[in-house]
């Protein structure tokens, strides 16, 4: 089985996902303010414990998948820069033996 990967298109990708993340992490900062409002508005409620509850566990399980979203952009971009560096050695390689070929 051949693997062909386009560094270039790769890290994109990658720089992609790191920006979209970002703005999800600052979506999600906002994202729960009516919940916010709903707590500091009906308080001694026996529904806001819950709510405070149930928007604690949402924010930390949506921060949690933005952080692998983060960390897949970010491994994304260091494959693409692994694989431009080793086709880079391998010119390189490649022509130190055209060169010493040329030179016999």
Do not use: Y
Not at 47 to 64: D, H, I, N, P
């Amino acid at each position: 089985m051949t693997i062909r990967m386009v560094p270039a298109a790769v890290s994109r990708a990658g720089d992609d996902l790191e920006r979209l993340s970002a703005e999800a992490k600052g979506w999600i900062e906002t994202a729960f303010h009516t919940t916010d409002t709903a707590v500091s508005d009906n308080p001694g409620w026996s529904s806001t414990s819950m709510l405070v509850s149930c928007r604690r566990a949402w924010s930390t399980r949506a921060g949690e998948l933005i952080d692998r979203t983060t960390r897949l952009g970010v491994d994304l971009a260091d494959s693409a820069a692994g694989v431009s560096a080793a086709d880079a050695e391998a010119t390189r390689r490649l022509h130190d033996v055209l060169d010493g070929l040329a030179a016999q």
